[in-house]
């Protein structure tokens, strides 16, 4: 099972950093990412990168949050940046393997002056 840290309070404007670490190497995963959960909203995806590394995101985080991941160490990154009172949410690392979904607990993040 994934987990997230990273998550915490900040200031509109400002920018946090998520990290989730699994067990399974990235090679071996279809794709790593993050999807976060607003009060009263559905699950969303906010972006993943596949197992070649080629990234996918929302329409509202592009140009604002960087999806990157550590080989090595089996790690996946979300750096967002000019963070806003709508990034308000849960965020959920996913990984898929073979067609099945696992994730994490969850990290709140929460954007309010």
């Known amino acids: 099972q994934p987990v997230e840290s990273g998550g915490g309070l900040v200031q509109p404007g400002g920018s946090l950093r998520l990290s989730c670490t699994f067990v399974e190497s990235l090679f071996t995963l279809d794709f790593s990412g993050w999807y976060r959960q607003a009060p009263g909203k559905q699950r969303e995806l906010v972006a993943t990168?596949?197992?070649?590394?080629?990234?996918t995101y929302a329409d509202a985080v592009k140009g604002r949050f960087t999806i990157s991941r550590d080989n090595d160490k089996n790690m996946v990154h979300l750096q967002m940046n000019s963070l806003k009172p709508d990034d308000t949410a849960v965020y959920y690392c996913?990984?898929?393997?073979?067609?099945?979904?696992?994730w994490g607990q969850g990290t709140q993040v929460t954007v309010s002056s």
């Open positions: 996913i990984i898929r393997r073979s067609g099945s979904d696992f």
């Open positions: 990168v596949a197992y070649d590394g080629w990234p």
